[in-house]
């Protein structure tokens, strides 16, 4: 079966290869019509010149002018540069040319350096953006305290300025609920909350002076009050 297989195999390929010869072998007879055709046509065309006479009986070649001989006169002064010497340049307006033209020239690149430098300076002097990490961080609780009067102090101005006015002793205050909220209100740039925030630790650590026990237990509830304020990157806040 393979054997089969295989010899019809060859006989189809023997098949292919005879139309392709046969294909070829009109194209060289086609090919060969057309350059007998172009030759004979070529043939045609060259035929002796036919004179074409006037009415007085004298041909065209006859009345044109015959080209005059010119004779090629060799120059003996020929021109080497490599053995002339270099001389200076005396014409006046040659040099005043030149002269234009280099002062063009350096004015164009002296102004192109100073520009240069004055971007270079502005763009050293131009202070760099620094880029810190995005942290999510939850608001203060502290600016909806004093608005919604949970704080037991109030703002009073007063002949010296600003200060807290509270309503209760300090002592009497529960350190570990409200000291963290003041602690909280340091990442909030309002001036006012600001003030209440820095004012109300500063009274509370004030009046907690001796008695260490009212700040012991507060102080690992004020980590995370001081990480989400430094966890903002602010300058203003830092």
Same mark, same amino acid.
């Given at each position: 079966?393979?054997?089969?297989?295989?010899?019809?195999?060859?006989?189809?390929?023997?098949?292919?290869?005879?139309?392709?010869?046969?294909?070829?072998?009109?194209?060289?007879?086609?090919?060969?019509?057309?350059?007998?055709?172009?030759?004979?046509?070529?043939?045609?065309?060259?035929?002796?010149?036919?004179?074409?006479?006037?009415?007085?009986?004298?041909?065209?070649?006859?009345?044109?002018?015959?080209?005059?001989?010119?004779?090629?006169?060799?120059?003996?002064?020929?021109?080497?540069?490599?053995?002339?010497?270099?001389?200076?340049?005396?014409?006046?307006?040659?040099?005043?040319?030149?002269?234009?033209?280099?002062?063009?020239?350096?004015?164009?690149? @002296?102004?192109?350096?100073? @520009?240069?430098?004055?971007?270079?300076?502005?763009?050293?002097?131009?202070?760099?953006?620094? %880029?810190?990490?995005?942290?999510?961080?939850?608001?203060?609780?502290?600016?909806?305290?004093?608005?919604?009067?949970?704080?037991?102090?109030?703002?009073?101005?007063?002949?010296?300025?600003?200060?807290?006015?509270?309503?209760?002793?300090?002592?009497?205050?529960?350190?570990?609920?409200?000291?963290?909220?003041?602690?909280?209100?340091?990442?909030?740039?309002? %001036?006012? @909350?600001?003030?209440?925030?820095?004012?109300?630790?500063?009274?509370?650590?004030?009046?907690?002076?001796?008695?260490?026990?009212?700040?012991?237990?507060?102080?690992?509830?004020?980590?995370?009050?001081?990480?989400?304020?430094?966890? %903002?990157?602010?300058?203003?806040?830092?």
């Amino acid at each position: 079966m393979a054997l089969n297989r295989d010899l019809l195999q060859l006989k189809i390929q023997k098949k292919l290869l005879e139309e392709k010869l046969a294909a070829t072998e009109f194209k060289i007879d086609r090919y060969g019509q057309i350059l007998d055709k172009k030759a004979a046509m070529k043939a045609e065309t060259i035929s002796p010149e036919k004179k074409t006479y006037t009415k007085m009986g004298t041909t065209v070649s006859d009345l044109r002018i015959p080209p005059r001989a010119c004779k090629a006169v060799p120059i003996d002064n020929t021109y080497n540069p490599y053995e002339t010497e270099p001389e200076a340049i005396t014409n006046n307006n040659i040099l005043r040319i030149r002269q234009s033209q280099r002062l063009k020239s350096d004015g164009n690149r @002296i102004v192109r350096e100073k @520009i240069k430098e004055k971007e270079d300076h502005e763009r050293r002097s131009q202070p760099r953006e620094q %880029k810190y990490p995005q942290i999510p961080i939850p608001p203060s609780m502290l600016p909806n305290r004093y608005v919604r009067g949970e704080l037991p102090c109030t703002i009073e101005h007063g002949v010296s300025g600003k200060y807290l006015s509270w309503a209760s002793p300090l002592e009497f205050l529960d350190y570990e609920y409200y000291l963290p909220i003041f602690f909280d209100g340091l990442q909030v740039k309002d %001036k006012i @909350i600001t003030f209440i925030a820095c004012q109300g630790i500063e009274d509370m650590l004030y009046a907690a002076r001796g008695h260490p026990d009212r700040l012991r237990p507060v102080i690992p509830m004020l980590v995370r009050p001081l990480r989400n304020a430094l966890g %903002k990157f602010d300058t203003e806040i830092l």
